[in-house]
T-cell receptor, first 112, second 115 residues
Framework: SQQGEEDPQALSIQEGENATMNCSYK?????LQWYRQNSGRGLVHLIL?????REKHSGRLRVTLDTSKKSSSLLITASRAADTASYFC????????????FGKGTRLSVIA | SAVISQKPSRDICQRGTSLTIQCQVD?????MFWYRQQPGQSLTLIAT?????????ESGFVIDKFPISRPNLTFSTLTVSNMSPEDSSIYLC????????????FGSGTRLTVV
């Protein structure tokens, strides 16, 4: 079953703008991860933030985690047309080798 | 990190038939996970496949419909049996990428259309 909600469901921005996607979850977590999916293909792991972390950066990506609110956000700065994809958050409850529970995802369109 | 080869990448099948999807991992892994992604939806876990034991299925998924094999630590198959149009989805396998919080690696997915 889905862990929670993501918003917005769809986001359309101009190239160069920043894109912010939010994710909420319901249960306690070990970590929270963000994945990208291009055109219904396999998922690509973007970034992982542990439950004891509050913020993490990787290149143009910035992830925040608020465990008190059971929410996370993914910020993509200076977006490019190639960032057009669906983005999913996913959580696991235990450390290592446990299945992920996915959010509903955000479809991002970056217009050149 | 682990690399998965998944095939077929897509197939169009007649209702009532079965399709077997294969995932080959380039390293030994304990657990493999199978997900279904219905059109326009997110991923839902079908089952967890542990080598040497029967797969553990999530609520709403049964072994007769989605039998899974896990003959060794690098390979698994998922069969979609007696297919109906409602089975049209993308099916993905996944393994932990590496120890230490690097996320999970996914196969490229099998896009199944049942007509």
């Amino acid at each position: 079953s889905q862990q929670g909600e993501e918003d917005p469901q769809a986001l359309s921005i101009q190239e160069g703008e920043n894109a912010t996607m939010n994710c909420s979850y319901k249960t306690s977590i070990n970590n929270l991860q963000w994945y990208r999916q291009n055109s219904g293909r396999g998922l690509v792991h973007l970034i992982l933030i542990r439950s004891n972390e509050r913020e993490k950066h990787s290149g143009r990506l910035r992830v925040t985690l608020d465990t008190s609110k059971k929410s996370s956000s993914l910020l993509i700065t200076a977006s490019r047309a190639a960032d057009t994809a669906s983005y999913f958050c996913a959580t696991d409850e235990k450390s290592g080798n446990t299945p992920l529970v996915f959010g509903k995802g955000t479809r991002l369109s970056v217009i050149a | 990190s682990a690399v998965i080869s998944q095939k077929p990448s897509r197939d169009i099948c007649q209702r009532g038939t079965s399709l077997t999807i294969q995932c080959q991992v380039d390293s030994q892994v304990t657990m493999m996970f199978w997900y279904r992604q219905q059109p326009g939806q997110s991923l839902t876990l079908i089952a967890t496949a542990n080598q040497g034991s029967e797969a553990t299925y999530e609520s709403g998924f049964v072994i007769d419909k989605f039998p899974i094999s896990r003959p060794n630590l690098t390979f698994s198959t998922l069969t979609v049996s007696n297919m109906s149009p409602e089975d049209s989805s993308i099916y993905l396998c996944s393994v932990e990428a590496a120890r230490g919080g690097y996320g999970y690696t996914f196969g490229s997915g099998t896009r199944l259309t049942v007509v």
